[in-house]
């Protein structure tokens, strides 16, 4: 019903979620339906007599007043209950990531199962960034192992962004001065590419704000990860941009720009230079 295949076990229970709200609503549908129907076929006017006028039906008002609130106890019941238990982050993880949403494109930068970050041979912290962009040769890959418990922390430095990875079946906002975590038990045997997105209107490029999810088994994992630490990959750099080259249309001028004069102020300062 519109949801991809799940590769985490959070991702199974949203599923799980989706599939009995749909089983509800077709249930309420059918029981509204056949109300209608039923009216329709045995309530049709028969002779020209005027049937029973009644001003008030207790059962039935009691029935349309009760029922809709049982129905959405329930469904806030799981709802709640299902919400506590993808936010729990409780588990150790085996792998961290921080993900850096930034206009417009992310940086992941990869910490062990302690939390301590994983160095390559520079001293840097093993990390994978891109850039905007919709090919997907130029998208950042974040890398991830099968059958692991992945904890993410998200952050972001300008605008609020959207970490989403629809095979998830969930999304969890980057917003400056908040940081935001969770995390995923992926499951075993989901090995592949997965697409990635921002999923929150963050500004020219944000339709470009895209990268790859690809899973591959824990061996697999842990000879990427040595190759990166012993052959350090560079950060990329925008299009249209020399390596080392600073952007000046990013650049903010700390200093303070002068305030325009008041109509007195200007007067002062011509007698002055009089």
Known sequence: MGVPEPITEQAERVLTLWQGSWVAAFAVGILVWGLIIWSVIFHRKRSEQLPPQVRYNMPIEALYTVLPMVVIAVLFYFTAKDQTYLLETDEPADVYVDVNAFQWSWKFDYSDAQDQPILDTAGEQVSVAGVPTVTTEDMPVLVLPSDSVVHFDL?????????????????????????????????????????????????????????????????????????????????????????????????????PSPSPLTSSEAAVAEEDDQ
């Open 155 to 255: 952050t972001s430095p300008d605008v609020i962004h959207s970490f989403w990875i629809p095979s998830f079946a969930f999304k969890m906002d980057a917003i400056p001065g908040h940081p935001n975590q969770f995390q995923v038990k992926v499951l075993p045997g989901v090995e592949g590419d997965y697409a990635g997105r921002c999923a929150e209107l963050c500004g020219v490029d944000h339709s470009r704000m895209l990268f790859t999810l690809r899973v591959v088994s824990p061996e697999d994992y842990q000879t990427w990860l040595e190759e990166r630490q012993n052959n350090p990959a560079a950060l990329p750099t925008p299009a249209g941009q020399e390596e080392g080259q600073v952007d000046q249309d990013a650049v903010i001028d700390p200093s």
